[in-house]
């Protein structure tokens, strides 16, 4: 992190050129960084203007963070670390800004899936390749996912929704990865082919400005299944 310019570093350190002003605690290292007392009369958009200027950037400890770009906007974000012999969760990612998500717990070099959730409903995924000393990473405009549709079971279900009845659904089928299917219903009901006879958390969207969902954990589906009237809520 560069000091900032000196003329600005010494106006902030003026004695009585501002009005005196409480420090969060969290703000001191970067005071220091400074060379100006965190006890002193540096007011918090002297500071601001001091990271503008000097162009550097302010890293959270020990985080990783990824922007998506584009317009749509992204409600959540999970990473799938790289298969292994220990079969490892995936990450869910906070929230640090609009389409800015980060995690605070150490990635490991290699290729992990980014999933994302976007408010109108839609999934999103992409291969990003983590790389040692790097943390930000500034991703384009990510396209829906799309999977060959493999033969399976299907899935059947007639629809009770809170609010309008949907056009279609999204159904996610969730095991070691996430298979995404696109359903119309028609007369309240859909049906749509599992990619493979297995065990899967299902998850029915009805997609929207307010996506609904039903959830379904431990759902098998070793034959044609029809799991009756669901409510999407």
């Known amino acids: ?12 350190a003026r004695p009585g050129a501002f009005r005196r002003l409480p420090v969060a605690p969290a703000l001191r290292g970067l005071f220091r960084g400074f060379g100006v007392s965190a006890s002193g009369p540096l007011p918090a958009f002297c500071l601001v203007v001091a990271l503008v200027l000097s162009g550097c950037e302010y890293r959270p400890k020990n985080a990783t963070i990824i922007r998506i770009g584009g317009k749509r906007v992204i409600d959540s974000a999970t990473l799938t670390p790289p298969a292994t012999e220990e079969q490892r969760k995936p990450l869910r990612l906070k929230i640090m800004d609009e389409n800015t998500f980060q995690t605070n717990t ?4 290699g290729t992990y899936r980014l999933r994302l959730r976007a408010s109108d409903g839609l ?57 995404i299917r696109r359903a119309a219903v028609n007369a309240g009901r859909f049906s749509v082919r599992a990619p493979a006879a297995g065990t899967y958390r299902v998850e029915i969207i009805a997609p929207g400005q ?24």
């Open 106 to 109: 150490p990635l490991a070099p």
């Open 1 to 12: 992190m560069r000091a900032p310019l000196p003329w600005l570093r010494a106006l902030a």
């Open 123 to 179: 999934y999103l995924a992409r291969d990003l390749a983590i790389e040692r000393e790097k943390w930000f990473y500034d991703l384009p405009e990510i396209p829906a996912e799309s999977h060959e549709q493999a033969v399976g079971p299907a899935l059947s279900a007639g629809i009770f929704p809170e609010g309008e009845m949907p056009g279609e659904v999204v159904v996610l089928f969730i095991a070691d990865d996430v298979i």
């Open 210 to 233: 307010k996506p609904r969902v039903w959830i379904r954990d431990g759902l098998k589906l070793g034959a044609d299944t029809d799991v009756g009237l669901i409510n999407i809520r």
